[in-house]
């Protein structure tokens, strides 16, 4: 079982700042997964890392997995209150293995 | 296509009582994953079906949780007798493939409190 960490795990920031998002793991990952939990609702993913080195971007949203593969960020620009929420990293061969997340509150 | 559906949303039960919490994955997907986050902690899984066969349960808390999927189709996790720590929000996830980049849709979650 590969140990996720993610952090911060708690995160409050004002509209307009930007921030970073951690997930590290003493394991090599065969791929990483980053979903975003909104109150009340599951995880949605939001983009699948496979490649060491490979940049994604979603939006505002840029996701990072490094070059060994054993760590990703998540970098949010100029942060809006509509992307509060759980943010999770998560590994996965038959079931996913999911960091303790890190809540996103965003103020206006 | 409609989504993984959980039900109930929410379930007050005392302890010592039976629940039984439903999902119903989206249709064709083979695999089906329970997973439970207990207050404070991070999402676990729970177990794992491929159709109506359990290939991983490895995460089942113990003998009191009874996981089936008659047919390959919905799926019902029940508890039986429930205790206080069982409450948390019990969350089921299906896929396609066994890795799936797509990744793995989730239910929105049953909350279950055991008082």
């Known amino acids: 079982t590969q140990l996720l960490e993610q952090s911060p795990q708690f995160l409050s920031i004002q509209e307009g700042e930007n921030l970073t998002v951690y997930c590290n793991s003493s394991s090599v990952f065969s791929s990483l997964q980053w979903y975003r939990q909104e109150p009340g609702e599951g995880p949605v993913l939001l983009v699948t890392?496979?490649?060491?080195?490979e940049v994604k971007k979603l939006k505002r949203l840029t996701f990072q997995f490094g070059d060994a593969r054993k760590d990703s960020s998540l970098h949010i620009t100029a942060a809006q209150p509509g992307d509060t929420g759980l943010y999770l990293c998560g590994t996965s061969y038959g079931k996913l293995t999911f960091g303790q997340g890190t809540i996103l509150t965003v103020h206006p | 296509e409609a989504g993984v559906t959980q039900f109930p949303s929410h379930s007050v039960i005392e302890k010592g009582q039976t629940v039984t919490l439903r999902c119903d994955p989206i249709s064709g997907h083979d695999n089906l994953y329970w997973y439970r986050r207990v207050m404070g902690k991070e999402i676990k899984f729970l177990l794992h079906?491929?159709?109506?066969?359990?290939?991983?349960e490895s995460g089942m808390p113990n003998n009191r949780f009874l996981a089936e999927r008659t047919g390959g189709t919905y799926s019902t996790l029940k508890v039986q007798p429930a205790e206080l720590e069982d409450s948390g929000v019990y969350f089921c996830?299906?896929?396609?493939?066994?890795?799936?980049?797509?990744?793995?849709?989730f239910g929105s979650g049953t909350r279950l409190t055991v008082v």
């Open positions: 890392v496979v490649t060491g080195g």
């Open positions: 079906f491929v159709k109506e066969s359990k290939q991983d």
């Open positions: 996830a299906s896929s396609q493939a066994l890795t799936d980049f797509r990744g793995y849709t």
